[in-house]
């Protein structure tokens, strides 16, 4: 099951962290199709927030087909889910622990690494955008 988390300093909602982790889980397997999420009232008691920031987030996830709801029996992951984990993630997952391994042992820390991460993804969208490559 997942255990929602939330990033006070993100500056994203937290019912969009929810929704973001979600699709997170399942991009990379932790969620397949019917897996239960954790109840309303678990993640309230967990995160301490707004009952209706949960129910937002899980009724955004079930308007875009991600989930379904049971009454009585609780919010399952979708049987016809098109979301899932890539079949080369265990590989990119393991060249990718090497450099963070790497970048810690360089001094940087999870800041540096978001901020390096975010920057290549902006450049390697700007060079797809324009057809050019470094």
């Known amino acids: 099951m997942i255990e929602f988390r939330l990033d006070t300093h993100s500056g994203v909602t937290t019912y969009m962290q929810l929704i973001h982790q979600v699709h997170q889980a399942l991009r990379l397997g932790y969620l397949q199709p019917g897996d239960q999420l954790p109840t309303v009232r678990e993640v309230v008691g967990k995160l301490a927030i707004n009952p209706n920031t949960v129910l937002k987030a899980y009724h955004e996830l ?49 800041g540096d690494l978001r901020a390096l991460f975010e920057d290549a993804m902006q450049q390697d969208a700007g060079d797809a955008a324009t057809g050019t490559s470094l």
């Open 62 to 110: 079930e308007r875009d087909g991600l989930v379904s709801s049971r009454p009585g029996a609780g919010t399952f992951i979708r049987e016809k889910v098109t979301i899932g984990p890539h079949p080369k993630h265990a590989g990119l997952r393991a060249g990718l622990s090497r450099w963070m391994q790497r970048a810690r042992e360089a001094g940087l820390d999870n």
